[in-house]
């Protein structure tokens, strides 16, 4: 035991070694400073998205060719120690330059005074153009009317499927006409008794996962006011439909992440649901390339539909000490220039308007329009101040629902108790 508490503490200590910024200054930065003609600084850059880097490093590297005074420094670190890192960081004094922000983290870090307000540097940018964002968007990471992240991307959910498994099942590939009905059928012919392949995958997970089904169903996560909606009729009616691929055996009883992908990757699954941001990862794995698909979310019987709606923001730390150069990163990041070149790399999907066609025409190996094709029903993937703290909750109690050892409207009224209580906090 002590070789193993050993190995986690080295193990954490290295991830915050190769996740620290270059310190932190209390001096104001001058808006519009002139960089090229200061002395070179590195810049550190965080993600969490290993796919994303190699395009993020090409585009880095043509940053610094017209900007000969900046590295960038590319730190990843993948998502469950990515926070780790940075509230050790922020409380450290040693966040990095630039990082990745997302709508479950981004009150705590604007709340607390950790990040850069942007709101004078756009106003000076000759490069930025915020109307060009959509205003969800924008929204999510504006905190007291001061933007302190801009948006780099967005992304929806689609229906990945084995063309090889359809094939010999002898089932019609999925198309815009689907519904809940047919997901079922199509899941239950492509299931085998003797569990080698199960028809689909549905895991506990919830923008990748239930969300979806919750709002095509007309259903809700979080009610305007502020209150669970996972005690909502409609939702639980969702939740029942989507459980229930467990409890008949047409899909294994999933809890991890990344063992998502390995069962699409392995052939154990022939329908999932994946985010955007997979392309890059999907389309470097041959058994994907080769057997699969993507096709639009099945509407609800009535004709409901709806993808969960996200996307990620890039800010920079208040106390970096290069504010100038770090602006001028994202900068380009969020400039039209940038934006397009992030499309074209097939990173992924640009927030900026008129992108996305670029990030369609990157990728011939899938039907990737369908993910810009889903815009149209979107839904804002829910949040409130305290996302992270009641979803991880959630998880905890619906895991039961998903195990059998409690009904699904068990499992959600639970699940609306503990998020109440987590919103009551809030106000």
């Given at each position: 035991?002590?070789?193993?508490?050993?190995?986690?503490?080295?193990?954490?200590?290295?991830?915050?070694?190769?996740?620290?910024?270059?310190?932190?200054?209390?001096?104001?930065?001058?808006?519009?400073?002139?960089?090229?003609?200061?002395?070179?600084?590195?810049?550190?850059?965080?993600?969490?998205?290993?796919?994303?880097?190699?395009?993020l490093?090409?585009?880095?590297?043509?940053?610094?060719?017209?900007?000969?005074?900046?590295?960038?420094?590319?730190?990843?670190?993948?998502?469950?120690?990515?926070?780790?890192?940075?509230?050790?960081?922020?409380?450290?004094?040693?966040?990095?330059d630039t990082?990745?922000?997302?709508?479950?983290?981004?009150?705590?870090?604007?709340?607390?005074d950790?990040?850069?307000?942007?709101n004078?540097?756009?106003?000076?940018?000759?490069?930025?153009?915020?109307?060009?964002?959509?205003?969800?968007?924008?929204?999510i990471?504006?905190?007291?009317?001061?933007?302190?992240?801009?948006?780099k991307?967005?992304?929806?959910?689609?229906?990945?499927?084995?063309?090889?498994?359809?094939?010999?099942?002898?089932?019609?590939?999925?198309?815009?006409?689907?519904?809940?009905?047919?997901?079922?059928?199509?899941a239950?012919?492509?299931?085998?008794?003797d569990?080698?392949?199960?028809g689909?995958?549905?895991p506990?997970?919830?923008?990748?996962?239930?969300?979806?089904?919750?709002?095509?169903?007309?259903?809700?996560?979080?009610?305007k006011d502020?209150?669970?909606?996972?005690?909502?009729?409609?939702?639980?009616?969702?939740?029942?439909?989507?459980?229930?691929?467990?409890?008949?055996?047409?899909?294994?009883?999933?809890?991890?992440?990344?063992e998502?992908?390995?069962?699409?990757?392995?052939?154990?699954?022939?329908?999932?649901?994946?985010?955007?941001?997979?392309l890059?990862?999907?389309?470097?794995n041959?058994?994907?390339?080769?057997?699969?698909?993507?096709?639009?979310?099945p509407?609800?019987?009535?004709?409901?539909?709806a993808?969960?709606?996200?996307?990620?923001?890039?800010?920079?730390?208040?106390g970096?000490?290069?504010?100038?150069?770090?602006?001028k990163?994202?900068?380009?990041?969020s400039?039209?220039?940038?934006?397009?070149?992030?499309?074209?790399?097939?990173?992924?999907?640009?927030?900026?308007?008129g992108?996305?066609?670029?990030?369609?025409?990157?990728n011939?190996?899938?039907?990737v329009?369908?993910?810009?094709?889903?815009?149209?029903?979107?839904?804002?993937?829910?949040?409130?101040?305290?996302?992270?703290?009641?979803?991880?909750?959630?998880?905890?109690?619906?895991?039961?629902?998903?195990t059998?050892?409690?009904?699904?409207?068990?499992?959600?009224?639970?699940?609306?108790?503990?998020?109440?209580?987590?919103?009551?906090?809030?106000?």
């Open positions: 035991m002590k070789r193993k508490a050993l190995a986690l503490t080295l193990g954490l200590l290295l991830t915050l070694a190769t996740f620290t910024g270059c310190g932190t200054q209390t001096k104001k930065a001058t808006v519009g400073t002139d960089t090229t003609k200061s002395k070179a600084v590195t810049i550190t850059y965080a993600i969490w998205d290993s796919n994303q880097e190699k395009g490093r090409t585009m880095a590297d043509e940053f610094e060719k017209e900007n000969s005074n900046i590295k960038i420094k590319i730190q990843v670190t993948g998502w469950a120690d990515y926070w780790t890192a940075l509230e050790a960081g922020a409380t450290g004094g040693s966040l990095p990082f990745w922000m997302h709508s479950n983290e981004i009150y705590k870090y604007a709340s607390n950790q990040l850069m307000n942007l004078d540097r756009i106003k000076a940018s000759k490069k930025i153009e915020m109307d060009k964002f959509p205003g969800g968007l924008k929204s990471y504006n905190y007291k009317s001061n933007q302190y992240a801009i948006p991307d967005y992304d929806t959910i689609a229906l990945w499927y084995n063309k090889t498994m359809f094939d010999k099942a002898g089932i019609a590939y999925p198309n815009d006409k689907w519904t809940w009905t047919d997901l079922q059928k199509a239950k012919k492509l299931t085998k008794a569990g080698s392949q199960y689909i995958l549905t506990l997970h919830n923008q990748e996962g239930y969300y979806n089904f919750v709002y095509q169903n007309g259903g809700t996560i979080i009610t502020k209150k669970s909606g996972y005690d909502d009729p409609k939702t639980v009616e969702a939740m029942k439909y989507y459980v229930n691929f467990v409890k008949e055996g047409l899909s294994p009883k999933e809890f991890g992440d990344a998502r992908a390995t069962d699409m990757q392995s052939g154990k699954c022939a329908m999932g649901f994946f985010g955007s941001w997979n890059s990862g999907f389309s470097s041959d058994y994907m390339k080769k057997n699969f698909n993507v096709a639009v979310l509407s609800s019987n009535n004709g409901g539909r993808t969960i709606f996200n996307g990620l923001g890039n800010a920079i730390a208040k970096t000490k290069h504010p100038d150069e770090s602006f990163w994202i900068e380009y990041l400039s039209k220039e940038g934006q397009a070149r992030q499309a074209q790399l097939g990173v992924a999907i640009s927030a900026y308007d992108t996305a066609d670029a990030w369609v025409a990157s011939k190996t899938f039907n329009k369908v993910f810009i094709d889903m815009v149209k029903y979107a839904q804002i993937r829910p949040y409130s101040n305290t996302t992270g703290v009641w979803e991880d909750k959630a998880y905890e109690v619906l895991k039961g629902a998903f059998g050892e409690k009904t699904v409207e068990q499992a959600c009224t639970d699940a609306a108790a503990v998020m109440n209580k987590s919103l009551v906090q809030e106000k």
